[in-house]
């Protein structure tokens, strides 16, 4: 995907599939999640367990174009779009393997998160910095 730098790939399981026999649509968010999970993990090279940077969902805006299946290998792309003060927005889609066409795309906004003091804190500078040097290319 043209502006994408990551994704990971996962199969739809049957119990993610409605009566319709489709995908239940809040399962889409979790596909998001874990996806964004591994963003950080294996596109920042970035350990939860060493670091005290965490954050939050604030917004998620979805839009489904059609519909996944049982058994459909789905590849969910994300690219950090944006970072603010506090913020960071996350541009998903989802295509099923060796597709284009979207059948999801997603704007999500994140807030840095202060565990200790349970409030939004600036994103820390090491973060931006993996995340502006991984979206321009660049090796981390």
């Known amino acids: ?3 994408y730098r990551f994704f990971h790939k996962l199969k739809v ?3 993610e599939i409605d009566g319709q026999k489709i995908v239940f649509n809040a399962h889409y968010l979790t596909y ?3 996806a964004v999970t591994e963003y ?3 596109g920042l090279n970035l350990n939860f367990s ?3 940077f965490d954050f939050v969902l604030a917004k998620s805006t979805l839009e489904y174009k059609q519909p996944a299946r049982l058994n459909d290998w789905l590849t969910i792309w994300c690219k950090m779009s944006k970072i603010g003060n506090t ?3 996350m541009n998903c889609l989802i295509t099923r393997e060796e597709e ?3 059948i999801l795309l ?3 906004i994140y807030v840095s998160f202060d565990p200790v003091m349970k409030n939004s804190r600036p994103v820390p500078d090491f973060v931006r910095s993996k995340i502006e040097a991984f979206e321009s290319g660049q090796k981390l």
């Open 13 to 15: 399981r049957y119990s």
């Open 32 to 34: 998001i999640d874990v």
């Open 100 to 102: 284009v066409e979207p």
């Open 1 to 3: 995907m043209d502006g």
């Open 106 to 108: 997603a704007e999500i």
């Open 87 to 89: 913020s960071m927005t």
């Open 40 to 42: 950080f993990h294996e």
């Open 50 to 52: 060493e670091t005290d």
